[in-house]
């Protein structure tokens, strides 16, 4: 059975500033994302996000986003940043996903055609489903919503709503879904990478207050 959230988790994807991380951590954040895809804008490399990690407080989750990435490259990653959740957020399959030993979740691109409650049996053991926006050549952090009404009313994983969020339509999103947890990146930025402090804290008043 899926869980649905009473108390509504709230990740801040595509962190690339310490001065961001401390905006997401002081305004209520129970996870920051760090990107690992060099063609995202929003992307650092291992070095950028060891240092960024050493400043997350306590119990605040660090997640890695990987898009097809070489075992090697993941490895790497791992052996400078202490990750506690990876996202996959590409063609990966659930042995690619699962191959490394540490808890993860897979992000699923939704359109029309895309099977989720098979998508949640495939994945059956990821911590969660990640739901974003389908966009042709783009993995991710597009902006863009997807039809809420695609989402089977009870999937058999953890359901993380993303795609196209915003302090302005989280609270609906929330009241609508039920999801777990949120995950929004440029829909609490001034430009790619570089969050605003101001969307961050209505963000994520918004959704818990909806939850």
Known sequence: MALRNMSLRVKICGITRAQDLHVACEAGADALGFVFYEKSP????????????????PFVQSVGLFVDAAPAFVEAVLEAVPLDLLQFHGDET????????RPWIKAIRVNQGTDLLK???????????????????????????????????DLA????????????????????????????????EVSKGIKDAHKIARFIANAKEAS
Do not use: K, M
């Open 42 to 57: 929003r992307h650092v490399s291992a070095q950028a996000a060891a240092a960024l990690v050493r400043e997350l407080p």
């Open 94 to 101: 659930p042995a690619d996903c699962a191959r490394y030993g």
């Open 119 to 153: 998508c949640a049996a495939d994945f059956e053991a990821a911590r969660g489903l990640l739901l974003d926006a389908y966009v042709p050549g783009v993995p991710g952090g597009t902006g863009e919503r997807f039809d809420w009404g695609l989402i089977p009313p």
């Open 157 to 188: 994983r953890p359901l993380i709503l993303s795609g196209g969020l915003t302090p302005d339509n989280v609270a609906e999103a929330v009241r609508t879904v039920r999801p777990w947890a949120v995950d929004v990146s440029s829909g609490v």
